[in-house]
């Protein structure tokens, strides 16, 4: 058994499928080095030693030796299959559709993934926070890059095109200067102060509801329907469009959720992925967690209506294909378990 074991990654090259090396050293404080040519032979060498020292290698572009701790790094596809193979004492370990409902909220990199680039593993075999090296083909331009699944995910921030999920589109996109046919870098611009806090909140105590003129509009028709269904039903204060909170959410103190039911200290959201696929899911759904914190350190609870794929991000989120009478019942019954019983009946019309 080889202790202590680093690897050395000796003229690398980074191919359009992956990485690639053409010559491994394998060193050990206590056996020295041994240099094992080729990567299917490395592979061999490697898989012959126990896998708790067969650790991912890190490749370098230059051909300078180059020598890291790898502990925690990406892996290619075959080595993390492998060693899951091991762990779990399996030849399958993850079934096919093990993990379909959390990649069903990205449509885009459902679409970006193909099995015969990757080893023959589909996408629904793969944890989404796997740290694992995948091969995705750009489905405008068939770009085919390496990324890993959560730098996937965190890929299309609040933007809403296509190319942002392709990082050669995106390049496209934003091209650099060039000068006599020499790409320059570009000038570094300044950079912006930050933007105070709006100032058109009210002077009001946290968790205060009230009608903000920052407010958007409602965002669709289905949210105008349940809101007035649910005004139809519960005798609650109309009209208040934002709370109060205490530390600003993009810019203002104040936060605007889709309904609220003031007496009962209840907001409700409405959520679906939209028409592309990217509302609510990604850094937009790490916004909405953000949102849910900020309501619920300010004395509010939230309800979010999650339609389609969308998983559940609270304790009292509700999944409902469509909001009907059944869906409204389920609303009803979930304001009794957060309130009481008592208190909500109070109010139903």
Not at 262 to 285: C, N, Q, T, W
């Amino acid at each position: 058994m080889v202790p202590n074991l680093y690897a050395v990654a000796v003229d690398a090259e980074l191919e359009a499928v992956g990485y690639a090396c053409h010559a491994f050293e394998y060193a050990s404080p206590a056996n020295g080095v041994a240099t094992v040519k080729g990567r299917s032979s490395a592979d061999a060498a490697c898989r012959s030693l126990s896998p708790a020292h067969c650790l991912p290698l890190t490749v370098s572009r230059s051909l300078s030796v180059e020598a890291r701790t790898v502990v925690g790094m990406p892996e290619r596809i075959q080595d993390w299959w492998a060693r899951r193979q091991f762990s779990r004492g399996m030849d399958v370990p993850y079934p096919v559709g093990t993990y379909r409902e959390a990649w069903a909220h990205y449509p885009a990199l459902v679409r970006q993934y193909h099995p015969e680039y990757n080893d023959g593993i589909m996408l629904t075999q793969i944890p989404p926070a796997a740290d694992v090296l995948l091969l995705w083909q750009c489905e405008q331009f068939g770009h085919r890059f390496v990324a890993t699944p959560t730098e996937q995910r965190e890929r299309p921030s609040r933007e809403r095109r296509r190319s942002v999920w392709c990082p050669e589109c995106l390049a496209l996109a934003k091209p650099k200067p060039v000068q006599a046919g020499v790409p320059v870098a570009s000038k570094a611009k300044p950079k912006r102060p930050v933007p105070p806090v709006c100032s058109k909140t009210p002077n009001l105590a946290v968790g205060e509801p009230f009608a903000s003129e920052c407010a958007p509009k409602p965002a669709s028709a289905v949210e105008a329907q349940m809101r007035a269904d649910l005004f139809a039903r519960l005798s609650v204060t109309q009209g208040f469009t934002a709370v109060k909170v205490a530390r600003p959410f993009f810019r203002h103190l104040e936060v605007w959720p889709d309904i609220l039911l003031p007496e009962l200290r209840v907001a409700l959201e409405y959520d679906s992925i939209g028409r592309h696929g990217l509302e609510h899911v990604g850094k937009r759904e790490e916004a909405d967690k953000r949102k849910d914190r900020a309501l619920r350190s300010a004395g509010w609870e939230v309800i979010r209506i999650r339609t389609g794929k969308l998983q559940p991000l609270g304790p009292f989120d509700l999944q409902i294909p469509s909001v009907g009478e059944r869906g409204l019942q389920r609303i009803l019954d979930t304001l009794r378990d957060i309130r009481g019983p008592f208190m909500v009946d109070a109010y139903l019309l």
